[in-house]
């Protein structure tokens, strides 16, 4: 019997032994359950005349990115697994050449939907600018113009680059009078997707110049 109490107890000592022997999991307070993840929805130069705003279809002053020129690995589903539709964009306008003069410019920036709900698409902007110069910004995918007005489930097919003046929705370009303060111009406009928690990485943009 003795011997018996003295095998159960050694047995009993050498399993706390080897639990104590496990290292304990790590927990990292605040740390994220999913690692964040963003995506370049597309990256475009272009220069755009008087004449291409006048003449640009179906809509005027606007430029439009399609097909090859966005994102070919962008989502179908912007929700899941990965919730960009919650997220923010990063939106960085770099502005190669403007006319002299001052004239205050932003670009709206609009989501065209492969499915919408009423009005069918919604838009952010850069911000307004008036020389030459990079302008970028956060803006949360909850706040912007009728961005419930897109089912992102579905995913977006082409964006659509409005060029205005600084009075408001329908401030397009090419109805100005003094068209000489606006155009030509060059332009590069980049807007990455980034979803909750992460923060924007410019190393994902190609070719940016090095910040002084």
Excluded at 9 to 18: E, P, R, V, Y
Excluded at 156 to 176: C, T
């Amino acid at each position: 019997m003795f011997k018996l109490r003295m095998a159960i107890l050694i047995a009993a000592l050498a399993g706390s032994s080897l639990k104590s022997a496990q290292p304990e999991p790590k927990k990292v307070k605040g740390a994220p359950e999913v690692k964040a993840q963003q995506f370049v929805l597309f990256d475009a130069t272009f220069t755009f005349t008087k004449e291409d705003a006048d003449n640009s279809k179906p809509s005027k002053s606007h430029y439009y990115v399609r097909d090859k020129m966005l994102n070919a690995d962008r989502p179908k589903d912007w929700t899941a697994p990965v919730d960009y539709r919650n997220g923010t964009v990063h939106i960085r306008a770099e502005v190669l050449e403007k006319p002299e003069g001052g004239a205050l410019t932003t670009w709206s920036l609009c989501y065209i939907p492969n499915k919408g709900l009423k009005a069918g698409y919604g838009c952010t902007s850069t911000q307004v600018y008036k020389e030459k110069g990079v302008y970028e910004s956060d803006v949360k995918m909850t706040s912007f113009w009728q961005n419930d007005n897109i089912v992102w489930e579905e995913g977006i097919k082409e964006m659509h680059l409005v060029m205005k003046d600084d009075s408001g929705g329908a401030g397009h370009a090419h109805k100005r009078t003094d068209p000489e303060r606006f155009f030509p111009t060059k332009m590069r406009i980049t807007m990455v997707q980034v979803a909750p928690g992460a923060k924007y990485d410019p190393k994902l943009v190609p070719n940016l110049p090095d910040k002084k």
